[in-house]
């Protein structure tokens, strides 16, 4: 899917039902910018406006990786069967400085019941001028009382795993984050380019209601 039908699909979806639309943006900072168990940068400050009505959801986020900025752009649905959630969405990963990385484009599918979650993305990753390469990200997350751990990883052309371990408040409408991540040799040799295969991150974050 290219940069031009995924800014249409999300101006379709931004332009339907205004009126009943629920706005809302955020700021965060984190002491380590981590995705997915992979390091990014060493510390990151983040922003992102979200749209949603009726389920259907869509919205921008960008994050300073050091080099550049990477600018996340995603939409989809997320509803309700029976007690089970479920959500399918796009999300694309892009990247203002070609030295730090290059394109992720993915379909994301959820489903969650209680305080059990499972994500899964299939996707495809640029890889400059060379031919893409295909991933599926798996993760199962457990969460109560804002605490969580996720276990989850890489298969297809891309590989590794990782655990993370945290708990997440929010006081005085302030968010706050602590979390343990450990990632496995594959990772931290290939994608974390040699960081430590343990990282301790503290995030703070605030929403802000646009409606």
Do not use: C
């Amino acid at each position: 899917m290219n940069s031009m039908k995924t800014a249409f699909i999300a101006i379709a979806l931004l332009s339907s039902g205004l009126a009943n639309a629920q706005w809302s943006a955020n700021v965060g900072y984190a002491s380590e910018y981590h995705y997915r168990g992979i390091f990014q940068d060493e510390s990151s400050a983040s922003g992102g406006v979200d749209y949603e009505n009726n389920g259907f959801y869509a919205g921008v986020w960008a994050a300073d990786v050091g080099v550049g900025a990477e600018t996340d752009v995603y939409f989809g649905y997320a509803g309700e069967v029976g007690d089970i959630g479920v959500s399918v969405g796009y999300t694309g990963y892009f990247y203002t400085d070609d030295d730090f990385d290059d394109t992720y484009q993915e379909i994301n599918l959820g489903a969650g019941f209680g305080m059990l979650s499972i994500d899964v993305a299939v996707g495809e990753w640029g890889n400059y001028s060379d031919p893409a390469l295909d991933y599926t990200y798996y993760a199962l997350t457990l969460e109560k009382n804002g605490f969580y751990g996720t276990y989850a990883g890489f298969a297809q052309d891309f590989e590794g795993e990782y655990l993370e371990l945290g708990y997440g408040a929010t006081v005085s409408e302030i968010d706050l984050g602590v979390a343990l991540i450990l990632s496995n040799d594959d990772l931290v040799g290939w994608y974390n380019d040699g960081k430590d295969d343990q990282s301790l991150v503290f995030t703070i974050g605030k929403a802000f209601d646009l409606n």
